[in-house]
């Protein structure tokens, strides 16, 4: 981009706010747009004390600034309201030295190299190094919660919560997910954000979550909502196909770091009721999950989650099998916390229905998923609404685009250890925040909410 041609050869130096020539002109190196940094004009007409190169960053880079300051010819990037770095001239002379743009008219350059510099400063850590980051529990946990008299707890598939920031197979943003460009991404993340906003949740346990970057883009829209309350943890999952991942986003802190077994359960397991089949592995292990502990003041005993997202497919034969030992290997992860003396909680999108708790079509199952899960320590929350509410997905199986009750099914699941069953103060399937659709920046699935009293 030539930005002296840019900024000189049209009237794109005129604020689209306030209708005045800035004086201190930035151009948004994102989409170009001119604005007033460091201006009170916009400032005071927008209100709040928030400059208008924050707000657009909020706006076009999901929290990310990089703006040109036109008169200076420096760079600033800064990521919310907070974290700020200046970085010199994209344009060198002859000899790579840096110049002003109120220098005399002279043959310049765009450094390249300082573009990429630039680049790279906005993404300040390796992939791996922020994937680490991100499962790591603080030194001193935090409770961030509105009402500390109670826990509100959620699970929800988000429906690729991607940006194209980490490694995968998969094209997304692209045509391998619903959001084909990158500008239907941040639409997406914006929704979210707006739908966590609205569930108010203390602890949500979400899935098919790129990266903690895109946690940290929610996070940023959140608090442009004015909820600065959430903080992102993530530990890197092994489902390199999808690049999905379960994640978390909470008010209150782990007391450990979010970990991940690599342990595998031999194909078939006990107790198994899927149909004879063939073409399953010997063993199967759970390649999106995560674990963790909360000491949640007012709750006597730490409170172990364990989030996960399974196989899909319910009525696949040979995934059956499979997705019945990704349940033992969870099950033995839930009922060990147990025998610890915790809380439990195991939820997510497991991908499969309950032969027992009806969903609202009385979907059956063929596999033991639910029963194992469930097993002798914990009781599934759906048992505690009605039947007619019991849903959590809407599968478009006929690609018509129209949204029928028959297409409505639970597959996200949230089950609570019986030391807890005695606390839950309320069950909501939240159906009443949206309603899933072909078009539109919504999930596909609906967040499971319940309320805990202290115990």
């Known amino acids: 981009m030539d930005l002296f041609i840019r900024y000189n050869e049209k009237p794109a130096g005129v604020c689209h706010q306030c209708a005045q020539v800035p004086q201190h002109p930035g151009l948004c190196l994102f989409c170009g747009e001119?604005?007033?940094?460091?201006?009170?004009?916009?400032?005071?007409?927008?209100?709040?004390?928030?400059?208008?190169?924050?707000?657009?960053?909020?706006?076009?880079?999901?929290?990310?600034?990089?703006?040109?300051?036109?008169?200076?010819c420096t760079v600033i990037l800064f990521l919310g309201n907070e974290r700020r770095c200046v970085w010199g001239s994209l344009y060198v002379d002859k000899n790579a030295h840096h110049f002003s743009l109120r220098t005399a008219v002279m043959v310049s350059f765009l450094a390249i190299a300082v573009l990429a510099a630039t680049t790279l400063l906005s993404a300040p850590l390796?992939?791996?190094?922020?994937?680490?980051?991100?499962?790591?529990?603080p030194a001193t946990p935090g409770d961030r919660r509105i009402n500390t008299s109670q826990l509100k707890v959620t699970t929800f598939n988000a429906a690729f919560l991607f940006l194209g920031t980490a490694s995968h197979q998969l094209s997304c943003p692209g045509d391998d997910c619903p959001w084909t460009t990158a500008s239907d991404a941040v639409s997406h993340v914006a929704q979210i954000a707006s739908v966590i906003k609205d569930l108010d949740s203390d602890i949500i346990q979400i899935n098919e979550v790129e990266d903690c970057t895109v946690l940290e883009a929610v996070i940023l829209q959140l608090a442009a909502l004015g909820d600065s309350t959430y903080k992102p943890y993530l530990v890197r999952g092994t489902d390199t196909a999808t690049g999905?991942?379960?994640?978390?986003?909470?008010?209150?802190?782990?007391?450990?770091?979010?970990?991940?077994?690599?342990?595998?359960?031999?194909?078939?397991?006990?107790?198994?009721?899927?149909?004879s089949s063939s073409g399953y592995s010997s063993s199967k292990g759970v390649s999106k999950h995560f674990y963790t502990t909360f000491n949640v003041t007012g709750f006597t005993k730490p409170i172990t989650l364990v989030g996960a997202h399974l196989?899909?497919?319910?009525?696949?034969?040979?995934?059956?099998?499979?997705?019945?030992?990704?349940?033992?290997?969870?099950?033995g992860l839930g009922n060990g916390a147990v025998a610890e003396g915790h809380h439990a909680i195991i939820t997510g999108d497991l991908n499969d229905w309950s032969a027992v708790v009806l969903d609202k079509n009385s979907n059956k199952p063929i596999s033991a998923v639910l029963a194992t899960l469930v097993g002798s320590n914990f009781v599934d929350v759906a048992s505690k609404i009605s039947q007619s509410d019991r849903y959590t997905e809407w599968w478009d199986e006929d690609n018509d685009c129209v949204y029928e009750v028959t297409e409505l099914s639970s597959l996200d699941h949230m089950l609570v250890s019986k030391s807890l069953s005695s606390?839950?103060?309320?069950?909501?399937?939240?159906?009443?925040?949206?309603?899933?659709?072909?078009?539109?920046?919504?999930?596909?699935?609906?967040?499971?909410?319940?309320?805990?009293?202290?115990?």
Do not use: W
């Open 34 to 72: 001119v604005l007033c940094c460091f201006s009170a004009c916009c400032e005071a007409k927008e209100g709040g004390g928030v400059g208008e190169c924050t707000r657009h960053a909020q706006r076009c880079g999901l929290g990310l600034g990089a703006f040109l300051l036109l008169r200076a």
């Open 126 to 137: 390796s992939i791996e190094a922020a994937f680490a980051a991100c499962a790591e529990a």
């Open 244 to 275: 999905q991942n379960s994640a978390l986003l909470t008010r209150v802190d782990p007391v450990v770091d979010l970990q991940r077994t690599e342990m595998r359960a031999t194909i078939p397991v006990s107790g198994s009721t899927c149909p």
């Open 311 to 331: 196989l899909a497919n319910p009525e696949s034969k040979p995934r059956c099998f499979e997705r019945e030992a990704q349940a033992t290997v969870l099950a």
């Open 423 to 455: 606390a839950l103060k309320s069950v909501s399937f939240n159906h009443d925040l949206y309603t899933t659709s072909c078009s539109g920046y919504n999930s596909d699935h609906y967040p499971i909410t319940i309320v805990l009293n202290k115990v």
